[in-house]
C-alpha cells in the first residue's frame, strides 16, 4: 500500500539528516501482528501498540485523517509541516529547520 511506498523514502532522508531528525512512528496498524511486521522494518522509535491512548491522542492533535501521513515538528514542538508526504527533499528540509 501506500505506506510501504513511502517508508523507503522516509528512511533514507532519516539515513541522509540523521544527526537533525527524530522519526516516531504511531501506528495505524488494527492490530499488533501487523504493528509488528510493518515496524520490524523501521530503525525510528514507535509509540507501543499497546498504547492506544497515546496513539489516538496524537493522531487527533496532529488531524491524521489518512495514511500514511507525516507531521513535522520544530525542536520548540511547533508544527513546520503538516503532512511532509511528497515533500521530503533538501530545500524543504532547510525550511523547517529555519
Request: glycine letters at 10%.
Amino acid at each position: 500500500g501506500p505506506c510501504r511506498k513511502f517508508t523507503p523514502l522516509l528512511a533514507e532522508f532519516e539515513r541522509v539528516h540523521r544527526e537533525d531528525v527524530r522519526v516516531l512512528f504511531v501506528s495505524c496498524d488494527r492490530d499488533q501482528r501487523g504493528f509488528d511486521d510493518y515496524y520490524k522494518k523501521m530503525s525510528w522509535g514507535a509509540v507501543e501498540f499497546e498504547d492506544v491512548e497515546r496513539r489516538e491522542m496524537l493522531q487527533a492533535k496532529y488531524g491524521v485523517r489518512g495514511i500514511p501521513m507525516l507531521t513535522v515538528l520544530g525542536r520548540d514542538g511547533g508544527v513546520r509541516e503538516i503532512n511532509a508526504v511528497g515533500k521530503l527533499n533538501d530545500a524543504n528540509f532547510k525550511a523547517w529547520c529555519a
